[in-house]
């Protein structure tokens, strides 16, 4: 079984930036961040294939958000810039879609998930 433990969340004030990791247990797995807030359905962020090359964006995420990944170290990165209060969500890590344009943005599609890390972005 594919292990996956998120951090780097925490409070941030808003216009700051914050880079959350996914350490896995091993990185030849395609890999996402989704993300949800209190109330509300957990939705996409970012994914991305097991090397590297192509990378996916949800529409809300595009320009702020910047998914990478470092397979040396098993780890996946979000980088977020200009937080703002409506970033704020537990933010998940996953991984081991088949990653095609139907199927990435997908919460049934991963078979593999993280704990979560808490983004809060104060005004």
């Known amino acids: 079984q594919l292990q996956l433990v998120a951090s780097g969340g925490g409070l941030v004030q808003a216009g700051g930036s914050r880079r959350l990791s996914c350490v896995a247990s091993?990185?030849?797995?395609?890999m996402a961040w989704f993300r949800q807030a209190p109330g509300q359905e957990r939705e996409f962020v970012a994914a991305i294939n097991w090397n590297g090359a192509i990378t996916y964006y949800a529409d809300s995420a595009k320009g702020r958000f910047t998914i990478s990944r470092d397979n040396a170290e098993n780890t996946m990165y979000l980088q977020i810039d200009s937080l703002k209060p409506e970033d704020t969500a537990a933010y998940y890590c996953?991984?081991?879609?088949?990653?095609?344009?139907?199927?990435?943005?997908?919460?049934?599609?991963?078979?593999?998930w993280g704990q979560g890390t808490q983004v809060t972005v104060s005004s």
């Open positions: 996953a991984a081991g879609a088949v990653l095609t344009t139907t199927t990435y943005y997908k919460i049934d599609s991963y078979k593999y």
């Open positions: 091993e990185s030849t797995f395609n």
